[in-house]
């Protein structure tokens, strides 16, 4: 078998489909009943952005920053046997507020014995507290919803999938426990 020719046949016209042809008409059927799914389609609602975010930098986080701290943070700095407010504060330069919800301590509560010295950081009285109104006691969900309320927070877990929904909510950065210090991200340019 030799190789085909790869030059142009001289003369030849592309064929065009005429007005007539069967393909045109079932296109034309195909268009009107595209028309009708406009109307059964489901208008979603896309919240708007706040006005203190400029593009993804939040422009409302500034010294001194408010630290929302999850149970697993605190069991982790412990484990790493870092001070939670010195280790905050050198990492962002700046004065830090940890600040707690009744949903943590109470998930702490739960845990038991085993996390009582947690408990007890958790406690202290320098940190600051904040009241939950909502039922049930789940920490995440709460810190999620405080966090897409109000965006003057940092976000403290080690949590996979706090952090996985955290990231969705545009201009808040985490903060984590990692190889005995505390590192962040998603923090503004200017605030750095």
Same mark, same amino acid.
């Given at each position: 078998? =030799?190789? /085909?020719?790869?030059?142009?046949?001289?003369?030849?016209?592309?064929?065009?489909?005429?007005?007539?042809?069967?393909?045109?008409?079932?296109? /034309?059927? =195909?268009?009107?009943?595209?028309?009708?799914?406009?109307?059964?389609?489901?208008?979603?609602?896309?919240?708007? /952005?706040?006005?203190?975010?400029?593009?993804?930098?939040?422009?409302?986080?500034?010294?001194?920053?408010?630290?929302?701290?999850?149970?697993?943070?605190?069991?982790?700095?412990?484990?790493?046997?870092?001070?939670?407010? @010195?280790?905050?504060?050198?990492?962002?330069?700046?004065?830090?507020?940890?600040?707690?919800?009744?949903?943590?301590? /109470?998930?702490?509560?739960?845990? =038991?014995?085993?996390?009582?010295?947690?408990?007890?950081?958790?406690?202290?009285?320098?940190?600051?507290?904040?009241?939950?109104?909502?039922? =049930?006691?789940?920490?995440?969900?709460?810190?999620?919803?405080?966090?897409?309320?109000?965006?003057?927070?940092?976000?403290?877990?080690?949590?996979?999938?706090?952090?996985?929904?955290?990231?969705?909510?545009?201009?808040?950065?985490?903060?984590?426990?990692?190889?005995?210090?505390? @590192?962040?991200?998603?923090?503004?340019?200017?605030?750095?």
């Amino acid at each position: 078998m =030799g190789v /085909a020719k790869k030059t142009k046949k001289f003369a030849q016209v592309k064929r065009a489909i005429t007005k007539r042809d069967e393909r045109v008409k079932q296109s /034309a059927a =195909g268009n009107k009943k595209d028309d009708k799914k406009p109307k059964d389609e489901v208008i979603r609602h896309i919240p708007n /952005a706040p006005s203190n975010m400029f593009f993804a930098a939040n422009t409302a986080l500034g010294p001194p920053y408010h630290v929302l701290v999850d149970t697993n943070f605190v069991s982790h700095s412990i484990r790493a046997k870092t001070d939670l407010l @010195t280790s905050m504060m050198d990492l962002l330069y700046a004065k830090c507020i940890p600040t707690f919800t009744d949903c943590t301590i /109470a998930e702490l509560e739960k845990l =038991g014995d085993k996390f009582r010295l947690a408990l007890r950081v958790a406690k202290d009285p320098r940190w600051e507290r904040i009241r939950c109104s909502h039922p =049930g006691t789940y920490a995440d969900d709460c810190i999620v919803d405080r966090v897409s309320k109000h965006r003057i927070y940092i976000v403290a877990t080690n949590d996979k999938d706090l952090v996985r929904r955290i990231r969705k909510i545009p201009g808040v950065p985490i903060m984590k426990v990692a190889r005995a210090k505390f @590192t962040i991200e998603k923090l503004p340019d200017h605030f750095e």
